[in-house]
């Protein structure tokens, strides 16, 4: 597997977000969805990050930098076909070493509340992730939890 920046211009990473999007919207609300639209996640604020096993996209994941050390973690997702095979804890421990390498202190992520998301919110425990109020412009939302770290 490979983990490489990606500039999102490939029709692969257009289609898996998508999908990301559409699989979100199937068992989240709509005013509780949160997912970044492509647009949003080509902002000069945002590294984004592909998984590649050969020519296969397997998962992806953004930071978006909020100040200085604190950023969001996005777009986490693992393709359906290989989920639960170890490629979002290889892609979280890249993601955090790459947030320290730019000197961020503090990561934050809003996830699903309900049963859907738990194998997400186990993941991110397990890498220190605790969890915390709304940040930044997130309002408290019974379909979301939101959760933190820092170093």
């Known amino acids: 597997m490979n983990i490489v920046v990606d500039d999102l211009s490939g ?14 919207r199937s ?18 604020e945002v590294t984004f990050w592909s998984v590649l096993d050969g ?25 359906s076909a290989r989920k639960r095979s170890g490629i979002a804890t290889r892609l979280l421990e890249h993601v955090l070493a790459e947030a320290e390498r730019m000197g961020l202190t503090r990561i934050s992520l809003e996830t699903g509340s309900t049963e859907f998301f738990r ?8 890498f220190g992730f605790d969890y915390c109020e709304p940040f930044g412009s997130y309002q408290p939302d019974p379909n979301s939890v939101f959760m933190t770290r820092t170093s």
């Open 27 to 44: 068992v989240t609300p709509l005013e509780s969805k949160h997912a970044l639209d492509l647009d949003e996640l080509r902002l000069p």
């Open 55 to 79: 020519d296969a996209l397997v998962g992806c994941c953004a930071l978006k930098k909020l100040d200085v050390g604190h950023a969001e973690l996005k777009s986490m997702r693992t393709s």
């Open 11 to 24: 029709p692969q990473i257009a289609e898996f977000l998508e999908e990301h999007v559409q699989e979100m």
């Open 119 to 126: 194998p997400a919110r186990n993941l991110y425990q397990k």
